[in-house]
């Protein structure tokens, strides 16, 4: 059974940054591993992904500012985050898939979520 434990997250100033990681409980070279963010009252919202080649594609509001990267002899992904703003408040998960691209955006294994709370 996969597992994959967030951490990092917290709370910072608007313009600030912050970090988030993912530990996943095995050593797999997933084909895809990828950030979402869910708002009290929103959808959730993919943020941004890797594959295994390392190519990375992020959604257009973080761009610039969101760094997605990963240790694949750690099995951890990081998501850095700079220039944080009010709007990027949100559970932060991390995903990992096995079996599907990246463009599909289906994953089969999630974390339980890091809170990431950014003030004006």
């Known amino acids: 059974q996969v597992q994959l434990v967030e951490s990092g997250g917290g709370s910072v100033q608007a313009g600030g940054s912050l970090s988030v990681s993912c530990a996943a409980s095995?050593?797999?070279?997933?084909?895809?591993m990828g950030w979402f963010r869910q708002s009290p009252g929103k959808e959730r919202e993919w943020v941004a992904d890797?594959?295994?080649?390392?190519?990375?594609s992020y959604t257009d509001s973080v761009k610039g500012r969101f760094t997605i990267s990963k240790d694949n002899a750690k099995s951890t992904l990081y998501l850095q985050m700079n220039s944080l703003k009010p709007e990027d408040t949100a559970m932060y998960y991390c995903?990992?898939?096995?079996?599907?691209?990246?463009?599909?955006?289906?994953?089969?294994?999630w974390g339980q979520g890091t809170q990431v709370t950014v003030s004006s």
């Open positions: 095995t050593g797999y070279t997933f084909i895809c």
């Open positions: 995903a990992a898939e096995q079996g599907s691209y990246c463009y599909t955006r289906d994953f089969t294994y």
């Open positions: 890797i594959d295994s080649e390392g190519s990375t």
